[in-house]
């Protein structure tokens, strides 16, 4: 691989083996078997996983099923986040398959969003794609889009379409050749170590003297924490997509190329395993 | 676009220059004259320094500027000594001139001035109209004014020869004094201004340059005979006027104005072609009365001027049918000189503060511009200052191109004498800091004492100042808890405005300012007093060798520190950024993630069903069955996808015949081309695959709009691509070619391309398009690729693929430039003679339009011509071509006695019709893997094919042999062409006694070449050591042909005539390389192309491919198919017949990179055994 087109096919493709299990405390009429699945790293839980459901409601009796939802190890899955940022802030150092437990009762209020049909994911990845667009090109390059394109992004994604969606999405990855970057750069810093959800900032892809601003100067500006820990010993990992980007790269190369879907970079923190 | 100069003079006549792609005025380097003006054009400057004298400066370049002197040597025969000295008393001198009427002895030639230098001695010309002569080079007649011949007859009674030597001038990048003629009635006086222009009045090869002066007594001179190879020109003549002048001003092209003694203006009427001097004057009055003009600049359509009063002023509807125009019209800011340099462009001197501005806006719709604009580069010296308050610099370089020059403002402030003394008495606004933006060395002197700088920390770290501020926190690096927004933000509430103007107060003059954008300036002053000596004030400004292209980035009004990024990306060496090491470590974890994740569970279930996914759109598709004609037809293109990304396609075209409904479909894995046809109506593009290809009928489709076309051709070819796995940086054994429409191609080589036994058919050979427009490339198997422009812009291949309008996936994102190309399109003005009025437009009823296209069968007037596709646009107005082949009259007309006739440029008795061709420049603006490789525009290129036995082992800094030929036809040599650095470092001129047209270097250093005569040549030992070579051979053409194009490749040696024939040099062998004779191989032929596989002979392999012309298909003869030669025996070396690949309209081939040779049964052992030929 030496070519940065593939590192897009690449990221696009990524794929987590999971296992899902019906919670135990479920009420079914038969056992509920694990159901195994494939899911792509860049997609949302709740999209893709329509023959979980359809497994375990076999099993199931009508009354008992409400909405679905799913954790792991205790937490809640927000499905409003893409699957690989779960993955990685939750479980890149466990075992794969990836373990999750699926819900169908008592929906925890206060930690996930409902989401009562594809309609709210679509509604949630549009408008992040807007969001990013707005930091990247005052939102220009969104807004000079017809309503097709849009569609096609987000049929893209939930077809798992690399071309359908690239064809559009390849436009918001463009940036004037008289400028070096985009305006700023759109990214979210997770931490499970912290109670806020993300750190989410303005924050310029060059310095004011020309030069690339690199992963590493984005973490010592918004989150010193997570390269110089305060008690010196325990070492983070910065994940995007399930690899470790040198602190070295440059940002606007990571937004054009490891963004997600949504156009974001969604990038975990999170406390180096012990091995 | 390569970078030009601005040139300017400071108030102690100091000549700096400041280059379009710089940042920094650098100071000319010949630091003892001071000067007083300077006039620039793209070639040259001239000035008048403070001795007034007058010095022309001219530029340093790889192609020497070189003139023939030729004398000839007569002889007669006698019955006692045979040829002689000795003449009839009625003849000739011994030495003369051409005509004979003058003496004209060796010695008696002198160098004309002493910056001239003289290249070698005087030597015989052996080469007479593209034959060579028996030794000696003598011409034979039967008495002397008489034609001569090359051979010696009974009746030969005089002979002479032609000496030829030639000077070259030497006065390069310094400032040579042009020598004052003694006579000191021709000067009665200095001269006090001076201007050069007029150079698109004339085009190559005569080129001239008007250069005028004033003298201190008012008097107007004008130069004579200077143009390119004649720099200094020769003499000055005088031109009378009606008044006493002050100052000059002339166009680029044929206007000229002078300012008088009085204020008023002149304007030079009847300059043209045939009288560059002009005829007559006409008097322009200045805008006001009491207010004369002092001041006046001329450009091609535009004449700006300053009046006593220092306010600028717009001449309104000029042009060279009238050159006085209508009208003043006022405009802002207050000067003491504007100037107007290329493109109409204009540059200015403030009155007060001596800064140079940019006129910025000014576009050919809008001649006047919008604002001006302050300049601020600093001086060369100045900018290692700088660097280490980088890290604070503002903010506001942020947004580019919106910082206004905060100075903008400063022009008003009429009471400021000097900024640098200046007293600030409120320093918290913003806009009152604006004056030290304009000039970093001007705000630093006067911080410490006055407190500036504390107001401009202030300010800077302050960000609350407007609602904007927010946004610019990244900038301030140092200072980390800058405003940063709350983290959950919805996308809505982000103020993304750029700061918005505060409101100015203090600009009179000028409408637009922006006070904010000063703040991002004005730290510089912060913590570095620069201790350099004062800012740079000027007094004069000359912009006409500066090509600012309209709507270009300058990085002159911005103070930034550090390698440009622009210029970092130009570079032309494989970029860090490819080779680094956060870029291989993403590469090699993503690949260890899909094996740590993947590997083991491929057996799961995949979320996504796989899908078939279908775009659907509305197209027009050219008819297959008659009547051909568009139909509106409804396309589907169905997509399978695995989920590894694999790819199957096939394009459905449904249509409608008789209200049925029909469709074909075509396999995206078997097409093989994709080419956009740039008509003038219609976004169409052809779709080829191995049958349409023997057809020569593509399937043609046509979009509603240019977006819709190129989407379409994105996805198709990136659904071909990928249904080959073809990707990425095509091989560097690809084969390259280019359309008639300057579209480029390149196919990757299979190994049985070129494999006698089972040879692939060329018409299955994948083609992909690749950005750019070209009009030939060339590559070479190591990677170089060089092409060549309509207008004849060398450029270099980048190693980024695809731009222009193939973008999407398939475009690399790095590597890819802007690339324009300019050329030109000819219409003929035909007229009939008849005997009352002479020539007029009125012809018989038989003959052609009077308006016509070169063939007569097309009208084509003026008005309906419209530029060969969408993509282009008019550059030019009609203008009449003088260049045509056959030569013309003084009006550009070629007589002939009737239509379909063969055209002379003088008229006889016996001419009834005459014609003349006008031309109009178009521009197209694209993008593509390309790099301007800049000054000398070529004709033609050759890089040194490599065979595989060719030696690898030096790596990938051994320098790779190139040759060309210039647009005037010097034959030059690359120096330091490699892998590495494809674009080489220079040029190496190779001495030559005539223009040349075509060349060639095969794999041993054979260099070929063909003269613009037709005759061919042979460079005699040239090496790796030896990268020049020594003498030319002069190898005689095949009978009564005149060559255009040589190919060499390993061994063998092809050439191409006039006629389309091509020919194989015979008896070529390695003791003997210039060959014996031309064997005819084939007609029809338009280019040939011969790769480094073409030692056939022995190997079954013979690398001949060309562009041919009258193929059959089944739709008639098409033109430019690319086409191999097939049938090479041992017996048989010029091959049998042809294989048939992609076309027509292909314009060019280039196999020389591909020496990917097939496998063969043949043991290696065997092969290693075959001597190598060289």
């Known amino acids: 691989m030496t070519d940065d087109k593939d590192v897009l096919r690449d990221v696009w493709f990524g794929r987590i083996p999971t296992c899902f299990t019906l919670y135990q405390d479920e009420i079914t009429e038969r056992e509920a078997e694990p159901y195994y699945l494939l899911l792509p790293r860049v997609s949302y839980l709740t999209l893709v996983t329509d023959k979980v459901k359809k497994h375990f409601q076999k099993v199931m009796r009508q009354e008992d099923i409400s909405e679905i939802w799913f954790e792991y190890e205790g937490t809640p899955l927000k499905w409003h986040y893409p699957i690989g940022l779960l993955f990685d802030l939750l ?185 | 676009m390569p970078a030009s100069v601005l040139w300017a003079v400071d108030l102690f006549g100091r000549v700096y220059t400041l280059s379009t792609a710089g940042q920094y005025w650098q100071l000319c380097r010949d630091a003892q004259l001071e000067f007083k003006r300077l006039s620039a054009a793209t070639q040259c400057c001239w000035g008048i320094a403070g001795d007034n004298q007058v010095y022309l400066y001219v530029g340093a370049s790889d192609v020497p500027i070189r003139r023939r002197e030729e004398t000839y040597e007569n002889q007669r025969w006698n019955p006692m000594g045979g040829f ?89 990048d310094v400032w040579a004094k042009i020598p004052s003629k003694d006579d000191p009635k ?91 001097k002009g005829s007559s004057w006409s008097v322009v009055e200045p805008p006001g009365a009491g207010n004369g003009i002092t001041h006046v600049s001329a450009g091609v359509s535009v004449v700006w001027a300053v009046t006593k009063d220092r306010k600028v002023w717009f001449r309104r509807g000029v042009n060279s049918h009238n050159p006085c125009g209508t009208s003043w019209l006022e405009m802002v800011g207050e000067m003491t000189m504007v100037n107007v340099g290329l493109n109409d462009q204009v540059w200015g001197i403030g009155c007060e503060e001596r800064v140079v501005y940019f006129r910025q806006g000014v576009t050919p719709s809008e001649l006047s511009g919008k604002t001006w604009k302050a300049i601020v580069a600093a001086r060369e010296s100045d900018h290692s200052h700088s660097g280490s308050s980088s890290s604070l610099l503002s903010a506001g370089c942020f947004f580019g191109d919106e910082v206004k020059g905060g100075s903008e403002s400063a022009p008003s402030d009429t009471d400021a004498a000097s900024e640098a003394e200046r007293p600030r008495p409120e320093q918290s606004a913003p806009e009152e800091l604006s004056d030290n933006s304009r000039d970093p060395k001007g705000s630093s002197a006067l911080s410490p004492e006055t407190g500036g700088s504390a107001e401009c920390a202030s300010v800077d770290t302050c960000p609350a ?67 350099v000596d004062e800012p740079l004030l000027w007094a004069w400004v000359s912009g006409g060798s500066c090509t600012v292209e309209v709507g270009s980035a300058l990085k002159w009004f911005t103070v930034q520190s550090g390698l440009s990024p622009s210029v970092q990306s130009l570079s032309l060496s494989i970029t860090p950024a490819q080779t680094a090491a956060w870029r291989k470590q993403i590469f090699q974890q993503l690949t260890e993630r899909t094996k740590r994740e993947l590997e083991n569970f491929r057996h799961y279930e995949q979320a996504v069903e796989q899908s078939v996914w279908v775009k659907t759109g509305s197209l027009q598709w050219w008819c297959d069955s008659k009547p051909h004609k568009w139909v509106d037809v409804r396309v589907a293109l169905e997509q399978f996808t695995g989920h590894d990304g694999t790819h199957d396609s096939i394009l459905f075209i449904y249509y409608m015949v008789h209200e049925e409904k029909k469709y074909f479909h075509v396999f995206l894995n078997e097409v093989t081309a994709l080419v956009p046809v740039l008509s003038e109506a219609k976004h169409c593009f052809a779709l080829y695959n191995p049958e349409r290809t023997r057809q020569r009928w593509p399937v043609r489709l046509a979009a509603p709009t240019e977006q819709d076309m190129n989407d379409w051709l994105a996805l198709l070819s990136l659904s071909c691509c990928i249904s080959r796995k073809v990707h ?107 005997p009352v009025t002479g020539y007029t437009s009125r012809g018989l009823p038989t003959d052609r339009y009077m308006w016509s296209d070169a063939t007569g069968l097309q009208e084509c007037t003026k008005a309906s011509t419209k530029p060969p596709s969408l993509q282009w646009t008019w550059v030019s107005d009609w203008y009449v071509d003088f260049s045509v082949p056959g030569g013309t009259d003084q009006e550009g007309w070629q007589y002939a006695s009737d239509f379909p006739a063969s055209y002379h440029g003088y008229k006889t008795m016996k001419d009834f019709v005459r014609r003349r061709c006008w031309a109009r420049k178009c521009k197209l603006v694209t993008s593509g893997p390309w790099l301007e490789v800049a000054p000398v525009a070529l004709g033609d290129v050759s890089i040194i094919p490599e065979s595989p036995e060719s030696p690898e082992g030096d ?25 590495l650095n494809p674009a080489g470092s220079s040029w190496l001129h190779i001495g030559t006694d005539q223009p040349f047209a075509s060349i060639s270097i095969g794999a041993c250093y054979q260099v070929w070449a063909v003269a613009r005569d037709g005759s061919a040549f042979y460079r005699g030992s ?46 070529v062998t390695p003791s003997y390389p210039q060959g014996s004779s031309w ?34 298909g089944t739709h008639g003869l098409s033109r430019g198919t690319v086409c191999r030669r097939t049938g090479v025996q041992p017996q048989e070396p010029r091959g049998l017949g042809w294989d048939y690949g992609i076309g027509g309209g292909w314009d060019h081939i280039s196999v020389r990179a591909n020496a990917t040779r097939a496998s063969r049964s043949v043991s290696t052992e065997q092969e290693a055994q075959d001597p190598v030929c060289c």
């Open chain 2, 1022 to 1067: 040239v090496s790796p050591s030896r990268p020049a070579g020594d003498c030319w051979y002069h190898i005689p053409s095949p009978p009564k042909q005149r060559l255009t194009q040589v190919s060499v490749g390993q061994t063998s040696v092809y050439a191409l005539d006039e006629n389309g024939n091509l020919w194989y040099r015979g008896g």
């Open chain 2, 955 to 979: 790596g990938r800094g051994r320098s790779i042999a190139l040759w060309a030929v210039s647009d005037k036809g010097d034959i030059l040599c690359r120096l330091g062409v490699s892998e």
């Open chain 2, 186 to 276: 021709d000067l009665p006086d200095p001269f006090s201004d001076l201007s050069v222009g007029g150079w698109e009045i004339t085009e190559e090869p005569v080129g001239r340059l008007s250069v005028w002066a004033v003298s201190l007594q008012g008097k107007v001179w004008y130069r004579e005979d200077v143009s390119h190879p004649n720099p200094e020109g020769s003499s000055w003549s005088l031109v009378d006027t009606p008044g006493e002048a002050v100052q000059i001003s002339c166009g680029p092209h044929d206007l000229l104005w002078v300012t008088l003694w009085e204020g008023q203006a002149l304007v030079r009427e009847g300059i043209n072609r045939n009288n560059p």
């Open chain 1, 91 to 275: 479980a890149s150092s466990s075992a794969l398959p990836w373990n999750i437990i699926v819900h169908f009762k008592s929906f925890p209020e206060k930690d996930l969003l409902h989401c009562p049909s594809k309609d709210a994911i679509e509604a949630h990845f549009m408008s992040c794609m807007k969001e990013a667009d707005a930091l990247k090109h005052k939102s220009q390059v969104i807004n000079e889009m017809q309503k097709k394109d849009h569609k096609q992004l987000w049929m893209g994604l939930q077809n798992d379409r690399f071309d359908q969606f690239w064809a559009i999405n390849r436009k918001l990855m463009e940036y004037p050749a008289e400028e070096n970057g985009f305006r700023y750069i759109p990214f979210r810093i997770y931490q499970t170590t912290t109670e806020r959800p993300f750190i989410q900032k303005l924050f310029r892809p060059v310095a004011a003297d020309g030069q690339l601003h690199t992963l590493g100067d984005l973490l010592r500006e918004v989150c010193p924490s997570a390269i110089a820990p305060e008690d010196g010993g325990k070492k983070n990992q910065v994940m995007i997509h399930g690899i470790e980007p040198m602190l070295e790269t440059p940002l606007q190369w990571l937004s054009e190329h490891l963004s997600y879907p949504d156009n974001f970079l969604h990038i975990s923190i999170i406390p180096q395993p012990i091995d």
């Open chain 2, 84 to 172: 002689c000295e000795k003449l009839l008393p009625s003849d000739r001198w011994p030495w003369s001139d051409v005509s004979g009427l003058q003496h004209r002895l060796l010695d008696g030639v002198a160098l004309p001035s002493p910056h001239w230098e003289w290249e070698s001695d005087w030597y015989v010309d052996e080469n007479f109209g593209g034959e060579p002569t028996e030794k000696g080079g003598w011409t034979y007649a039967i008495d002397f004014p008489a034609t001569y011949t090359r051979d010696k007859k009974w009746n030969s009674c005089v002979r002479r020869r032609k000496w030829i030597r030639y000077r070259r001038y030497k006065s390069r």
């Open chain 2, 1079 to 1112: 064997e005819h191989v084939s007609t029809n032929v338009r280019r040939v192309s011969v790769g480094p596989l073409d030692q056939g002979l022995r190997r079954g392999v013979f690398q001949v491919w060309v562009i041919a012309d009258k193929v059959q």
């Open chain 2, 728 to 834: 990425g940086r095509p091989s560097p054994r690809a084969i390259w070619s280019v359309t008639c429409k300057g579209d480029v191609f390149v196919s990757e080589p299979s190994p049985d391309l070129e494999a006698q036994d089972r040879l692939l058919p060329c018409d299955q050979m994948f083609w992909r398009q690749m950005g750019g427009h070209l009009s030939m490339v060339e590559a070479n198997s190591r990677g170089v690729v060089w092409g060549i422009g309509y207008d004849h812009t060398a450029w270099v291949y980048t190693g980024g693929y695809s731009g222009g309008c193939v973008h999407g996936l398939a475009t690399s994102n790095s590597n890819i430039y802007t690339q324009s190309d300019v050329k030109s399109i000819c219409i003929y003005e035909n007229q009939r003679w008849n």
């Open chain 2, 465 to 531: 100042e407007g609602q904007g501020e927010a946004t610019q926190a990244p900038g301030a690096s140092e200072r980390p808890v800058v405003a940063s927004t709350p983290a959950e933000l919805p996308w809505t509430n982000i103020d993304l405005k750029e700061p918005r103007n505060a409101p100015s107060h203090s600009t009179a003059g000028f409408a637009e300012t922006t006070g904010l954008s000063s703040l991002g300036l004005c730290p510089l002053g912060l913590d570095e007093p620069y201790g």
